[in-house]
Structure formats: structure tokens, C-alpha cells
């Protein structure tokens, strides 16, 4: 068996009769799984209760397991029979027929790699600063609960992200605690003769070499790259030390590690993967080291390999605005690009421009996005507006290209719901929906919890609230203390916060778009709110602002300050360092979840939807997810669902919010019948809850990307790698005759003929020497609503006499709308090509069109 480091070192000194228990243990232990599945939960505690209780990670308990303990352990027959029985459980979850199996049995997806620069698991495995993480790692974990054959490559940071604490004045300090990767549950991965897998990595001058870990997200592994080896030099030792840590330069060399390294991984351990995953724009160089290989395995030149690969590759955009792209100088890109486009047999020149929007334009940087759309088959938003927005903001690569037809789609984000619920709502879910609802897809559950009555959801609701109430007074406790504060203020905490008033939560990231201090527009009116002597509120707060960035940690002070007023003392709670385990809380008990970012920057949030399961409700604005999720029964909005750039806009929303809180979420929340129920707001926790909680499931999102991205992905990617990628190279023929030749198309006269229910459109077109077969003409009109151009084909109806290659081209189009509305267009066409992602040619009609 595999061991991490510290287990090899923690066996050396114990009797081998112990062995097999510790190597049970650890076997279990170390496979993440246990973060969301709790079965285990008893067993660990019974190792040590007290261990148990400070890490919640049964990993870190067996590695201070006394061998006085252990042997205690090995005669206990009753421990050992609960281990067997979570071995039994681990390994039919591993074995059963899962969704995936069952539904895409004769698919033909062999292997998903999934990339990003974070991933969020939890405090066991600090590897994220973010949402960008935490859905990698919602992702991983629904990919092992719909067995998908998912392998995820990431980085191994030793000091991860930052830890927040705050000083006497409420001013964010930042702390990096070191991961110390033999004590995490991590096994080294090792090469096929034993000694350590090295990757090696050209990079200027030097060779770095990275060893990998394997991290066990139940059936998914997470390989993680690590350059902290003695054989590096210092500077290299130091790429794998901070998640966004360092400088540009410094964040380059770690994306050259993760996309080029990464790949070379999967070569190394021999995987077969026909979809590559780039989790935000980061790993994009993967493509150019996936197409590399192709190019040595097949012996043909770079630019055939990439028209090969390319539809495997598929690229999730996170970024609401081109400015958060990452992007790299010129010169920064001349020094590392020199090297591997050697390797690719490429000019650096050609390598740079992949990274532009408009090759022409020396001075634009390399942008990361901009390389992973020239190299992805399919790009996809993470919410249907952020979908719209990114077709903006991608827009220059496909000039003059309508925006609604601009390649890229979308995914809505979704939550891993298993580890987001409480233990009450895991009750109330399993009670109406089995313990194995989250081991498919999601279609059949709103009709089970719709089913709960009034008396049962209000009592779950109650007994999560007080749970918060619980833990939030430990940990502001625990904060206190650590910040030297006197006795009695410490005492202070277990008088904050009431089980029975109404709870609010705002947890984010402090940074001006999400603003965080919207609340605080107003301090006197939302002071009067929270003291209500009938019905008052409270509310949590949590956040950390980027280490640069002074406005977010004035917000964050903002809060400290208005915190520590005597009079809403007991209503406000801000707690520090904002992060799994803490968001984890903060949603399983809060009655309202706020989120106020301006629109359209939220490019989906999850935190809200880590609310629904738990039958807590949202009050966002029109932004992300919950522009697309918000109906009046679910929840509350906030905006008009537009976007508005003056700066009055706030003090509009702010009021909004205020009048929102005054008039609805309060007087509902406490309007109760006889009964002491509030009959209303109960009525609004269901409809979340059935609605909303399976459509925002990472199971929902998952089956999605299956279906919509990778299995049409996939089909592709095997047509064209098949017989040494020569479908592949007869596309870049075409592509290649098509942009030399394009100049010569042009258009003859365009005729409309009036129908009974519609227009029909004839008109002639030259092609010069471009064979009729490797274009399409035809018929469009802009949207009228929901984003769905109208898109003829025209028919080739005969040659123009007299010419050479000159047609007459026909279609009718039944339509209500008047005949300027459509224009005749020919774009590049080949039935195996992904167009405009690929080949972004069009011509359009201009000019009067006959009537006859
Ligand atoms: C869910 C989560 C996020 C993402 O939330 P947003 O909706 O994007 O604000 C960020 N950080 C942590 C710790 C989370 O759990």
C-alpha cells in the first residue's frame, strides 16, 4: 500500500502487529471523503475524543494516536468491527453502478483531467483562496459521487493562501502557516521504478523538476505538483510556495508548472484522457503541451496537432470583465516563450500571437483567456448572464460576429450539496429523499421535500439556528482570546447573538464590487432595525480582503468598528478568517443570506446556494446565479436586473435593501399564527428548497458538463486523433485555403420577394477559386428576445451563367418581421468544424436590396 510521508515515519516505531490498523486507519483517513460523508464520524471520535473535537480531521488524530492508544485500539474488538464496517462502506461506494455508468454506459469518455490553480476541500487540504476553489472542489467531490472518470491536476502550495486576523483596531493582518505536505493527506506518487515521479519542466537556462502527490477525493485523485525539491534551485523551490503569491513573473512560471507540468503528469502516469478541463483561463498552456505530444507521438507539425486536440479541450471562464484576465508583457513572454516554442518547432512570434485578440498588435499582452479560446474546442460562463457577459468580453476575437453568436456558452455553477447541509437537514432530506440523493442526478427531489409539512421544517430551521448561535459565540470567544482582549470582554461572547431572533448572514470576499458595506449605508436606520424591541435581527459577518487591497480592509474595519457599538453588541458578530469550515457554519444556520455585489460582476456566487438545502433564503441582487434563479416565492431581489454605472446607484440599492429587511423579511419572519409558526415564511424555505436546492446541485452542473460540453467533445476529439489526426490535418487545409482565398468571395445583387408569410431572399455570390463546399450562406436577423438569433441556411440553387464559380443562392424564411431585419451572410463551413471557435470568417451583405 501507498502511505504518506508521516505514516512511514510513525510506523518505524511501532510492533508490526500493528500495522494493519494503522494502515486501516490512514487508508480511511486519508481519503477526503470522509469530509462529506460522516459515516465515519463516530469511529474517529472514539480514536480520540479530544482530538477529534480540535481538528475534525481523523487524519491529524491518528497521527498523535499514542502507541499506548493504539495498542488499546488493536484489543478493542468493538472499534475494529466498526472499522471493517466503514471499509465495507468505502468500498460499495466505490463498486456500485453509478449514474454515470448507468445513464452514458456506451459513452465514449474515457478520461476527464480537470485544472486550476486551486481547489477547495476543506481545512484538512488548504489549497484555495476562494469560489474559484471551492467549486473545483465541489466539483471533485460530485465527480466521485456520480463515479465519473474525473483526475484532477492542481498545485501543491506550501503556505496555501492567507489567514486572516484582525489587530485591536479591526485592521486585516495577514499570516501564511506553513503545510507541512508529510503530515497532510497526501501520498507521494512514486515512478514505475520506486524512486520519487519527477516532471521535469524546461524553463529559462534550467531544467525544474516537480514531484507530485496524490490527494484521494473519494474515487477521484488529485494529483498535486510540488517544485519544493532540494534538487531545485532556491528560486524554483519557491514556485509552489504561495497560491497568488509573487509577481507576474512569478505567477507565469506557476502557470507554465501547472499546464505544461500538468500534462506531462498525465503522460507520466499513462492516463487516457480525451477531455482536458481548464478550470478559469490559468492552465491554459496544457493545450499547447497536449497538442506538443501529439505532434512527437504522430510525427507531424505542431499546428495539426493542435486542430487535433483541440476539441478535447474545454475551458470554463470565471471572469465577469476583461480586466481580470491574467496577462503577461511582452517581454516576460519573450523570455519564457523563447524556449518551448522551440520545442513546438514554432516562431516565439506565432506562439505570442495565440495569446492576442488581434495577432497585428505588438504591444497587447498575452492573455491567458484569450490562449485558452484559440486552443479550446468549447468555452462556456458559469451563470446564463455571466454566459451573455463573456460573449462581450470575448467579442474582439470574432469580429464582426453578432455578440449572441460568439462561442461561448454556459454552465450555472452549482454547490456539492453533502457538504454543505447540516446534520438536521441531512435528517429531513433523507428522510424524504434516501440516503443516496446526491448519488445521481438531481430531477426527482423537489417533489419529496415538497411534501414536508409546516411543523417539521420550522423546528429544523429552529434547531440550526441555535447550532449557529453555539458554535458563532466559540469562535468569537476563541478570536477575543487571541486578541489579548480582558475576561470580561471574552465573557462578553456567550451573551451575543439570541437562538430565537431572526439571523442574517454576509460572508465574501471585501473587495469594492461585492460592497460589503452596502449595509452600513445607513448606520441609524439599520441600528433601528436590528434593535426592534418586537422584532429584532442579528447578523454574521465574515471576509477577507486581498493582502493589496487597503479599500477592502477599510470595509472590513468599517464592520469591526460598527461591531463593537455597545448597542447592537449583541446583534453583530464579525468573525475572522473567512473560509470552508466557517462559510460551512455560517449557511447551515443563518434564516437570510445576503449578498449585494454589483451587477453583472458576480459571475455566478455559490455561497448562496450553499443556503437552499438548510431552508435558508436568499435576498441578492439581480447578479450571477440569482438572476436567473430569483422568482417573488423563493426569495428576495434586490436591483432592477440591469446594470447601472452611477455612483447614486448605490444609495438606490441601499434604500432598496433597508426597505426590503423593513417591510418583507421582517414582519414575515415574525408573523406567526397560533401555533408560533410562520406559515408565509415556512411556505418560502420550501419552495427554496424543492426548487432551487437540486436545479444549483453540483449534480446538476456536473450533468450538464457531461452532456452539453464533454461527450460532444470527446466524439470530436477521437474523430480527429483517429489515423494519425488526419481529419485533423484536411480541416487545417481548409482553414488554411479558406483565409488565402477568402478575399476573393463576394456578393452579386440581393432580390426579396414578398410571401404570404414571409420574405424570400435571392442572392448571387462569387467565390473565386473558394469551393462552394466550404462555406454557408446564409439568412440572419438579430434576436428579438431570449438571445436565439434567426439563422437560414440558403440553398444553392444553380450557377450563374456565363461565370466561373458564381451562384444563386435561395431561401425562404416564414417571419412576421419586416425584410430589413435580415442579411444574407457567408461564413467558413465543414461539417467537422466548430464555427466561429475555430474559423471565424464571415462576410456580410451591404447594400440595397431589390424589391422587384
Ligand atoms: C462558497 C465560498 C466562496 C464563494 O462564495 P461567493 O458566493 O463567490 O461569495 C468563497 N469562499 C468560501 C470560503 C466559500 O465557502
Given amino acids: 500500500m501507498k502511505m504518506p510521508l508521516s505514516m512511514m515515519r510513525y510506523m518505524r516505531n511501532l510492533p508490526a502487529e500493528l500495522f494493519p490498523l494503522v494502515e486501516t486507519v490512514a487508508d480511511l483517513a486519508t481519503d477526503l471523503r470522509w469530509s462529506w460523508s460522516h459515516a465515519g464520524d463516530a469511529v474517529w471520535k472514539a480514536m480520540d475524543p479530544q482530538l477529534w473535537e480540535q481538528s475534525e480531521n ?16 488493536n484489543r478493542n474488538a468493538q472499534f475494529k468491527q466498526h472499522l471493517d464496517r466503514l471499509t465495507e462502506i468505502r468500498n460499495s461506494y466505490c463498486d456500485r453502478c453509478s449514474w454515470f455508468s448507468e445513464v452514458h454506459a456506451d459513452a465514449k469518455l474515457k478520461g476527464v483531467a480537470y485544472f486550476s490553480m486551486e481547489f477547495g476541500l476543506g481545512k484538512a487540504l488548504p489549497l484555495y483562496a476562494g469560489g474559484l476553489g471551492v467549486l473545483a472542489g465541489d466539483y471533485l467531490k460530485a465527480a466521485s459521487d456520480l463515479a465519473l472518470p474525473v483526475t484532477a491536476i492542481g498545485l501543491l502550495y506550501q503556505e496555501g493562501y492567507f489567514r486572516q486576523v484582525l489587530d485591536a483596531t479591526g485592521w486585516q493582518q495577514e499570516i501564511y502557516p506553513y503545510n507541512d505536505s508529510s503530515s497532510l493527506p497526501l501520498r507521494p506518487v512514486l515512478a514505475r521504478n520506486g524512486a520519487w515521479l519527477q516532471i521535469p519542466v524546461e524553463l529559462p537556462g534550467r531544467i525544474a523538476r516537480l514531484h507530485v502527490w496524490e490527494a484521494q477525493v473519494g474515487q477521484v485523485s488529485l494529483y498535486l505538483l510540488d517544485s519544493n525539491d532540494l534538487l531545485n534551485s532556491a528560486l524554483d523551490r519557491g514556485i509552489t510556495s504561495k497560491l497568488y503569491g509573487g509577481g507576474e513573473e512569478m505567477r507565469l512560471v506557476q502557470e507554465i508548472v501547472l499546464g505544461i507540468g500538468g500534462w506531462r503528469l498525465i503522460e507520466a502516469l499513462g492516463l487516457e484522457i480525451d477531455i482536458c478541463h481548464l478550470n478559469e483561463g490559468h492552465a491554459a498552456f496544457v493545450t499547447l503541451e497536449r497538442a506538443r505530444c501529439f505532434m512527437e507521438q504522430q510525427q507531424i507539425d505542431f499546428w495539426d ?19 481580470g484576465f491574467d496577462t503577461f508583457s511582452r517581454d516576460l ?12 518547432g514554432v516562431e516565439p512570434e506565432e506562439l505570442v500571437r495565440l495569446g492576442r485578440s488581434n495577432g497585428r498588435d505588438g504591444n497587447e499582452p498575452f492573455n491567458m483567456a484569450y490562449l485558452a479560446a484559440r486552443t479550446c474546442g468549447k468555452m462556456n460562463g458559469v451563470s446564463r448572464l455571466h454566459g451573455e457577459v463573456s460573449q462581450g468580453i470575448f467579442q474582439d476575437m470574432y469580429p464582426r460576429w453578432p455578440k449572441c453568436q460568439v462561442p461561448v456558452s454556459y454552465v450555472t455553477n452549482g454547490v456539492h450539496v453533502p457538504s454543505w447541509d447540516s446534520p438536521w437537514a441531512d435528517e429531513i432530506w433523507t428522510h424524504s429523499c434516501g440516503k443516496d440523493r446526491w448519488l445521481g442526478t438531481e430531477e426527482k427531489l423537489a417533489t419529496a421535500i415538497n411534501a414536508l409539512n409546516d411543523e417539521t421544517l420550522w423546528a429544523f430551521r429552529g434547531q440550526e439556528r441555535a447550532d449557529l448561535v453555539h ?6 470567544r476563541l478570536q477575543l482570546g487571541q486578541r489579548g482582549m480582558a475576561a470580561n470582554i471574552i465573557e462578553r461572547a456567550d451573551q451575543v447573538l439570541d437562538p430565537n431572533v431572526l439571523t442574517l448572514g454576509f460572508a465574501r470576499r471585501f473587495t469594492a464590487y461585492k460592497r460589503p458595506n452596502l449595509l452600513l449605508y445607513d448606520l441609524e436606520r439599520f441600528i433601528h432595525l436590528l434593535t426592534h424591541p418586537e422584532q429584532p435581527v442579528q447578523i454574521i459577518v465574515a471576509g477577507k480582503a486581498h493582502p493589496a487591497d487597503n479599500e477592502g480592509k477599510h470595509f472590513i474595519q468599517e464592520w469591526t468598528q460598527f461591531a463593537t457599538r455597545p448597542e447592537i453588541r449583541k446583534h453583530v458578530v464579525f468573525l475572522e478568517d473567512y473560509d470552508i469550515s466557517l462559510a460551512q457554519e455560517m449557511v ?33 441582487e439581480l447578479d450571477g446565479w440569482w438572476a436567473e434563479a430569483y422568482t417573488p416565492e423563493v426569495g428576495w431581489a434586490l436591483g432592477d436586473g440591469r446594470e447601472h454605472s452611477e455612483p447614486e446607484w448605490d444609495a438606490e440599492e441601499a434604500e432598496q435593501l433597508y426597505s426590503i429587511l423593513e417591510n418583507e423579511v421582517v414582519p414575515m419572519f415574525y408573523d406567526r399564527d397560533t401555533g408560533g409558526i410562520p406559515r408565509a415564511w415556512v411556505a418560502r424555505m420550501r419552495a427554496s428548497m424543492s426548487l432551487l436546492a437540486p436545479q444549483f446541485s453540483t ?15 470527446a466524439a470530436a476529439f477521437q474523430h480527429r486523433t483517429a489515423t494519425a489526426g488526419e481529419a485533423a490535418r484536411s480541416l487545417r487545409r481548409w482553414d488554411e485555403q479558406l483565409r488565402r482565398l477568402w478575399h476573393e468571395v463576394h456578393w452579386g445583387n440581393l432580390v426579396v420577394f414578398e410571401e404570404k408569410n414571409g420574405w424570400t431572399f435571392r442572392v448571387q455570390i462569387y467565390l473565386g477559386e473558394v469551393s462552394p463546399d466550404f462555406i454557408q450562406v446564409q439568412v440572419y436577423a438579430d434576436p428579438v428576445e431570449m438571445n436565439v438569433p434567426v ?52 462576410l456580410w451583405w451591404s447594400g440595397t436590396p431589390e424589391l422587384p
Fill in 791 to 842: 439563422c437560414e441556411i440558403m440553398k444553392r440553387h444553380a450557377s450563374i451563367p456565363g461565370t466561373v464559380n458564381g451562384y444563386l443562392y435561395i431561401s425562404s424564411v416564414s417571419t412576421a418581421r419586416p425584410y430589413t431585419d435580415f442579411t444574407p451572410r457567408i461564413v467558413a463551413y465543414h461539417p467537422d468544424a466548430f464555427i466561429p471557435a475555430e474559423n471565424n470568417l464571415i
Fill in 588 to 620: 447551515q444556520g443563518v434564516d437570510v443570506w445576503i449578498n449585494t455585489p454589483r451587477r453583472p460582476w458576480e459571475a455566478s456566487g455559490t455561497s448562496g446556494m450553499k443556503v437552499l438545502a438548510n431552508g435558508g433564503l436568499n435576498l441578492s
Fill in 333 to 344: 513572454l519573450a523570455k519564457y516563450g523563447l524556449v518551448y516554442a522551440k520545442n513546438l
Fill in 305 to 323: 496537432a493542435l486542430w487535433a486536440t483541440r476539441p478535447g479541450n474545454v475551458f470554463t471562464t470565471h471572469t465577469p470583465v476583461a480586466a
Fill in 471 to 476: 458554535q458563532i459565540r466559540q469562535r468569537l
Fill in 58 to 73: 481523523p487524519f491529524v488524530v491518528l497521527q498523535n494516536l499514542s502507541r499506548e492508544r493504539l495498542e488499546e485500539l
Fill in 699 to 713: 449534480n446538476r452542473m456536473v450533468r450538464e458538463y457531461i452532456e452539453q460540453l464533454y461527450l460532444p467533445s
